[in-house]
């Protein structure tokens, strides 16, 4: 079977259209939850305000968590209805990019927020540092909420994988190489690049690995939804593909 | 072997018996049963009256379809007789067999061939 | 004209006509494959599209019979069309423990099959295996057509309103956004349900909710329709509903597997397959 499922690539992008909207539906539906997650990163600012640097830095890792943590519920949340939908008709890489599409775009919404805030509250010597810092952080918290939401079976095995992720990547001392192998820590790298300039933080380095941990991730999580979405149990008689 | 013009008339009404009958003595595709139709004496029957016929069939349950893998290409539809199919076909045998036997009757002594 | 194009034709008339796409396909293939052994043209074997098409599809409409509310009585026996469903020698084990063992099924064009049997002795689990959910360790299942499946809970999205299940479900059926509403509104007011002016599923009491998952299963009028215990929260009204609607389905030559425990349905139905426990070794 095709992975488009033979009804057309154009077909299947409108389709994509059509579950991320749904995606987005869903999750602004839910009103309380989303207030916490944007309130999260939020605090996690507050609590550092007066100081620039760390204010920055736990914003940023606040909103990793959030994202992470919606897109991780959003697919839960998911993981029925789309084995449903597969059976339908439905292609599973068009549910699964709708989803994501949807995650991304209510990051970056959240993102564009903080980074004005940023812009009004904080002595910045690098906006478009921290610009950059945030979006980063936002893809790479939709891949490994999404890579968690397809690997967890239960919530709370999820929820815990985020709270280890999360929690690792603030208490691992930022120069070991467990901080270094965790999804979040070009995260820290950029967010010092934006702060303390390029002689402390490298714009390259960080960069380079958030692009090497997002492919990781969007494979895996193209993998791994393949597997669970596009089984395919039965044979379909069909004229076009005897046996 | 004598040429005899069929009546499409006829063929049309005893075109699937015949098909049942055929697909008794062994599953086959559609271009097959054409063939064999051809090579059994009734006649040569028109490809636009035999996928109808099939079809029909098909939906009453007296033949069941399975694709194949053809050679090279798509897939086959071979069709095969059903249990309600053989019954159909015994029971429509009998009644051809007393029906033609009846036939035979009036037409004793008439044509040209006479037995 | 050319085979291709005499062809395709062919398949517009047929589609116009209301075939089932895999009605349509497997026809096109059969007579692309005897246009290439027979040779000649197109319009010399069969004549022209539409005129044939008229034919075929007239083959495949059933002979009226004669509409009734209660099932095929012994004796009455109505003819049951082309197979749609073949399971052959199914066996699933979970956990080493074993369901399902060579399990055969066969369920054709029109009939309405209840799958039946105590608690725990496999009818859910045969009946994902057939919608493809679950994959047999031995044995093979073959579907014709296209599948609406009804489980028995969950396969719903908490936060969004029947109405969107209904444009998801409805778009790989070929309805769009407004379509799939008003097919999905028809199909719920069947079952006495307004389903436009529903809240999200997370408020849905549990009978509404799987009113809507036969909703969404029969959305879109698929070939065969696999539902599972999905009257078991109803109330009378709603379930006499329920069967009207399914034997409806029926009567339109769908294939209609129900899976069901409760002695009611052992009436109202054209076959029953009782599933039994294996026994110990």
């Known amino acids: 079977m095709s992975a488009t499922g033979g009804r057309g690539v154009g077909r299947d992008l409108g389709d994509a259209a059509v579950a991320g909207r749904m995606t987005l539906r869903g999750l602004l539906r839910r009103r309380t939850s989303l207030a916490l997650l944007v309130a999260l990163p939020l605090a996690f600012y507050l609590a550092r305000q007066q100081q620039v640097g760390q204010s920055i830095r736990f914003l940023a890792l606040g909103l990793a968590w959030a994202v992470s943590t919606a897109a991780f519920f959003a697919a839960a ?114 967010g010092t690049y934006a702060i303390d300039g390029p002689s402390f933080g490298s714009l390259s380095d960080g960069l380079l690995h958030a692009a090497a941990t997002a492919l990781v991730l969007l494979l895996a999580v193209t993998v791994l939804s393949r597997r669970a979405l596009d089984g395919g149990a039965r044979s379909r008689a069909s004229p076009l593909a005897a046996r | 072997m004598v040429e005899v013009n069929v009546p499409s008339a006829w063929l049309r009404g005893i075109l699937d018996l015949c098909l049942l009958a055929l697909v008794a003595s062994g599953e086959a595709y559609g271009y097959e049963l054409m063939r064999r139709l051809e090579g059994s004496g009734i006649g040569p ?36 007789l059903t249990p309600e199919g053989r019954r159909q076909l015994d029971v429509e045998a009998d009644t051809w067999r007393h029906f033609s036997g009846a036939l035979q009757g009036l037409l004793t002594g008439v044509g040209a061939g006479t037995p | 004209m050319s085979p291709d194009t005499w062809l395709e034709e062919l398949s517009h008339e047929l589609t116009a006509r209301g075939l089932p796409a895999i009605d ?91 799958l039946t049997g105590r608690n725990g002795v496999g009818k859910s689990t045969l009946l994902r295996v057939v919608a493809g959910l679950a994959v047999p360790q031995r044995g093979r299942v073959t579907v014709h057509g296209s599948v609406g499946y ?45 389903a436009l002016a529903a809240p999200v599923v997370g408020e849905l009491s549990g009978g509404t909710r799987q009113k809507l998952n036969v909703v969404l299963a029969g959305l879109g009028d698929p070939d065969v329709l696999l ?36 002695r009611d349905a052992l009436g109202r139905v054209d076959q029953v397959v009782e599933l039994q426990a294996p026994v110990a070794a």
């Open chain 3, 150 to 194: 009804a489980p028995q809970s969950g396969g719903l999205v908490e936060h969004l309103r029947p109405a969107e299940h209904f444009v998801l479900f409805g778009r790989p059926r070929g309805l769009d956004g407004d379509r799939a509403r008003r097919s999905g509104a028809r199909l719920a007011e069947q079952l006495g349900w307004d």
């Open chain 2, 45 to 80: 029957v028109p490809g636009g009256s035999l996928y109808p016929a099939l079809l029909r069939l098909e939906e009453q349950g007296l033949l069941a379809a399975d694709w194949r893998a053809g050679d090279g290409g798509p897939g086959r539809k071979y069709y095969a």
């Open chain 3, 24 to 114: 349509v396909a497997g026809i096109v293939v059969e007579l692309h494959g005897h246009l290439a052994e027979a040779g000649g043209t197109p319009l010399g074997t069969f004549g022209p599209p539409a005129a044939y098409a008229g034919q075929l599809a007239a083959s495949l409409r059933p002979r009226p019979q004669p509409r009734s509310s209660a099932p095929s009585v012994a004796g009455s026996r109505r003819r049951a069309g082309r197979l749609r469903i073949r399971a052959e020698g199914v066996t699933l084990a979970y956990r080493r423990r074993p369901v399902l063992h060579g399990v055969d099924l066969a369920v054709r064009a029109g009939e309405l099959v209840l």
């Open chain 1, 77 to 190: 949340a998911a993981r029925d209805v789309e084995r449903r939908l597969t059976l339908s008709g439905w292609s599973w890489w068009s549910l699964v990019a709708g989803r994501i599409g949807a995650l991304l775009a209510l990051g970056a919404t959240l993102s564009g927020g903080y980074l004005l805030l940023v812009a009004v509250d904080q002595p910045v010597r690098d906006l478009g540092g921290v610009g950059i810092d945030l979006a980063t952080t936002t893809v790479l918290a939709v891949l490994v909420g999404s890579f968690l939401g397809v690997v967890a079976r239960r919530e709370l095995e999820g929820a815990l994988g985020l709270f280890i992720v999360s929690g690792l990547q603030f208490t691992a001392d930022p120069p070991s190489t467990l901080a270094r192998v965790l999804p979040f820590w070009s995260t820290r790298e950029l």
């Open chain 3, 227 to 262: 539902l599972d215990e999905p009257y078991q929260g109803l109330d009378l009204d709603s379930t006499r509903r329920f069967w009207d609607l399914v034997w409806a389905w029926r009567d339109a030559r769908r294939a209609v597997l129900v899976v069901s425990h409760a």
